[in-house]
């Protein structure tokens, strides 16, 4: 808040104003009405800034002022013309316009406090008849004392400069629990009440504190004793009816229209989220729909519509629902930032910090209310820092192949979260106290919710169209995958039907051989070998066959109980070279429940193996022992001419060693 100077006495540059002007050879700010002064020439467009865009008294908040504006148009810029089927083309340059209509707005009301000084009472129990005896500071602006249990003399001196219309004290921020004012114009008494604890109101009601004086024929000083729970934030001003009441309008409609930008936020969402069932977005709408109770209380609309009769004051729902949208906040960041791969250990940090909201319910209990707020407010402070240095540290996935979505960049992260941390850090730095205060800081809360809103809105969207985009590129790959089995299927089956009719076509000539062989005066030798050839040939499409069936699924195997050792001994009698083989059974008397077919297609494989690709005078061992109500067989043989099979591809199949090729296969 600015004051300037003239030639009799000092004015306040009012709160609600809303441009600043650079002029031409000028260095000092002037006082701005509703048109532009003709001192000088106009050097270049205005800078309209959210809210108050104030002098270069107050560079920081210029600073985060013109940063968030900036923001605000960038996102508008970046909205998609077209998002779920809705065309955003004329809305974006309407939320453009009405951005620009409602912060070039310009009041020219004058303020008729002509200065102000405080004294603190640490005790809290100072008489209004001792203040003449107190030495009382100055102060200009915004005075803040962070969260003090003292209680506050505010001295204002009222110049009515010959006016007799009765002026309106507007007090902010409106949060305040209890303000007291002496005024010796009003009588005997001199006392009127207002606060967010105060029954009574005055009979000019608003969103914010106000307190109705007699003009007064001379100048005078009036006094106000402040008492709050919360942080210590005071400013005030002196107006006329008429001035009040159309800087109110405009403030409502300010507020009324961020609030309003805020609850389109939650239905769009809450829209999203049931197309999705995302539990990130269902985290957003409870966030903002808190934010949005929040707000409503520290703007005055809850204490301006609480019933007078109830004994529960306004402030309560508000410190409730302040307490809850910080731990619902710090779960969405959480929820929110883990899905981009940050530092593990910032990211357990903050998965914790939700867990203050019980201490600040016990507090609250306790009537410890100051301390509650300081601890949600610490973490008001430390939260912004924590996210941003987890946008910082995120590492998305950038590749589909990884098997995981797309994700958001890190830069794109790093410069919503850094704004985050600008806009909330000019609110909460001030409101603890750490740094001085100005009038952006009233209205810091909402335009961050807004812009925080905002931004994690367009996030959340660009979140949604970057899945739906993978979803769709995953389910065309599945299709493909799909066709591609079908294919694969099909020559499955097509190979499947020719090795059929292929085995049915060759049993028919192999028996005619066999036949042929037994008619004929051939020599038993040959007979005999070529009987033998004619049965592996047999055998060797009847596993084959099998082996296809398994492979397809379409073998179901029949599970039934024998006895190992009884077809162990029966498939080494069956063995061309039986006399070789060895067996041995231990402790192994538990029937084996299992398709026995399918069991002496395995032992006969492996032993048949074992005989063919071993030295032609060596052992084949088979030991055979009961493991757990199991059964263990091992089939042991020493290598022959084939050597060593290669170990990466023993279980290959089909696979044979190259000094194995002459040798007939199982």
């Known amino acids: 808040m600015h004051r300037g100077h003239s030639s009799s006495q000092q004015f306040r540059q009012p709160v609600s104003s809303t441009m600043m002007i650079a002029w031409d050879g000028l260095e000092a700010p002037h006082r701005k009405t509703s048109s532009f002064p003709n001192q000088g020439r106009l050097g270049f467009c205005p800078i309209m800034c959210p809210f108050s865009l104030r002098y270069v008294e107050e560079p920081c908040e210029c600073l985060s002022s013109l940063v968030f504006f900036s923001f605000g148009f960038w996102i508008t810029l970046k909205m998609p013309y077209r998002v779920e089927g809705v065309n955003w083309r004329v809305i974006r340059k309407g939320f453009s316009i009405l951005m620009l209509l409602l912060w070039a707005v310009a009041s020219d009301a004058k303020d008729y406090i002509g200065h102000m000084s405080f004294l603190e009472d640490v005790s809290g129990q100072l008489a209004f008849e001792n203040l003449p005896q107190k030495d009382f500071k100055d102060f200009s602006g915004v005075l803040s004392k962070g969260y003090s249990p003292s209680t506050f003399w505010i001295r204002l001196h009222i110049d009515p400069e010959g006016t007799t219309d009765p002026l309106v004290l507007r007090i902010s921020p409106n949060y305040l629990d209890e303000i007291v004012l002496y005024d010796p114009e009003l009588g005997s008494m001199g006392r009127a009440a207002t606060g967010d604890e105060v029954k009574t109101r005055d009979h000019y009601e608003s969103l914010n504190l106000s307190l109705t004086i007699p003009a007064g024929g001379t100048s005078?000083?009036?006094?106000?004793?402040?008492?709050?729970?919360?942080?210590?934030?005071?400013?005030?001003?002196?107006?006329?009816?008429?001035?009040?009441?159309?800087?109110?309008?405009?403030?409502?409609?300010?507020?009324?229209?961020?609030?309003?930008?805020?609850?389109?936020?939650?239905?769009?969402?809450?829209?999203?989220?049931?197309?999705?069932?995302?539990?990130?977005?269902?985290?957003?709408?409870?966030?903002?729909?808190?934010?949005?109770?929040?707000?409503?209380?520290?703007?005055?609309?809850?204490?301006?519509?609480?019933?007078?009769?109830?004994?529960?004051?306004?402030?309560?729902?508000?410190?409730?629902?302040?307490?809850?949208?910080?731990?619902?906040?710090?779960?969405?960041?959480?929820?929110?930032?883990?899905?981009?791969?940050?530092?593990?250990?910032?990211?357990?940090?903050?998965?914790?910090?939700?867990?203050?909201?019980?201490?600040?319910?016990?507090?609250?209990?306790?009537?410890?209310?100051?301390?509650?707020?300081?601890?949600?407010?610490?973490?008001?402070?430390?939260?912004?820092?924590?996210?941003?240095?987890?946008?910082?540290?995120?590492?998305?996935?950038?590749?589909?192949?990884?098997?995981?979505?797309?994700?958001?960049?890190?830069?794109?992260?790093?410069?919503?979260?850094?704004?985050?941390?600008?806009?909330?850090?000019?609110?909460?730095?001030?409101?603890?106290?750490?740094?001085?205060?100005?009038?952006?800081?009233?209205?810091?809360?909402?335009?961050?919710?807004?812009?925080?809103?905002?931004?994690?809105?367009?996030?959340?969207?660009?979140?949604?169209?970057?899945?739906?985009?993978?979803?769709?590129?995953?389910?065309?790959?599945?299709?493909?995958?799909?066709?591609?089995?079908?294919?694969?299927?099909?020559?499955?089956?097509?190979?499947?039907?020719?090795?059929?009719?292929?085995?049915?076509?060759?049993?028919?000539?192999?028996?005619?051989?066999?036949?042929?062989?037994?008619?004929?005066?051939?020599?038993?030798?040959?007979?005999?070998?070529?009987?033998?050839?004619i049965a592996e040939m047999a055998a060797i499409l009847d596993r084959y066959l099998t082996a296809d069936q398994l492979d397809q699924g379409k073998l179901t195997p029949r599970s039934g109980e024998f006895w190992g050792g009884v077809e162990l001994r029966s498939l080494i009698t069956r063995c061309t070279d039986s006399s070789r083989v060895e067996l041995e059974i231990i402790d192994a008397d538990v029937p084996i429940k299992k398709d026995v077919v399918l069991f002496r297609m395995v032992m006969a494989n492996l032993i048949d193996n074992a005989l063919k690709y071993s030295e032609s005078s060596s052992k084949v061992s088979i030991k055979a022992e009961q493991v757990d109500s199991l059964w263990s067989i091992r089939v042991e043989n020493v290598p022959g001419k084939a050597g060593w099979p290669d170990p990466e591809q023993l279980f290959q199949k089909y696979y044979r060693s190259p000094r194995a090729q002459r040798i007939s296969g199982t």
Request: a neutral charge.
């Open 220 to 533: 005078r000083d009036v006094w106000l004793r402040v008492r709050t729970k919360s942080s210590f934030l005071f400013s005030a001003e002196a107006l006329h009816l008429e001035d009040i009441t159309r800087d109110d309008q405009v403030q409502h409609l300010k507020s009324a229209f961020y609030l309003s930008l805020i609850g389109l936020f939650i239905i769009w969402r809450a829209f999203n989220w049931w197309g999705t069932r995302d539990q990130v977005i269902v985290l957003f709408v409870l966030k903002q729909t808190l934010g949005l109770v929040y707000l409503a209380g520290i703007l005055g609309y809850v204490r301006y519509f609480w019933p007078i009769s109830w004994s529960l004051s306004p402030g309560f729902l508000v410190d409730m629902s302040m307490g809850l949208y910080g731990a619902a906040a710090f779960w969405f960041e959480y929820r929110f930032l883990r899905e981009f791969r940050p530092n593990q250990y910032l990211l357990s940090a903050l998965r914790w910090m939700p867990a203050f909201l019980p201490i600040y319910f016990v507090l609250t209990a306790l009537g410890w209310i100051q301390w509650a707020f300081m601890l949600c407010m610490i973490l008001f402070v430390v939260g912004p820092i924590l996210t941003f240095c987890l946008a910082w540290t995120t590492n998305p996935v950038t590749k589909a192949s990884e098997g995981q979505l797309i994700q958001l960049p890190r830069k794109l992260l790093v410069t919503v979260y850094g704004v985050i941390l600008l806009g909330l850090s000019s609110t909460t730095l001030p409101v603890m106290g750490w740094v001085l205060a100005g009038s952006m800081v009233f209205d810091g809360p909402l335009i961050y919710s807004l812009m925080n809103g905002l931004a994690i809105l367009i996030l959340l969207q660009l979140r949604i169209n970057m899945s739906e985009r993978q979803r769709l590129a995953l389910e065309i790959q599945h299709r493909e995958v799909k066709k591609q089995v079908e294919i694969e299927r099909s020559g499955r089956e097509e190979q499947s039907r020719f090795l059929a009719m292929l085995t049915h076509e060759l049993r028919t000539p192999m028996t005619a051989i066999r036949m042929s062989l037994g008619a004929s005066d051939c020599d038993p030798a040959i007979y005999s070998e070529a009987d033998e050839s």
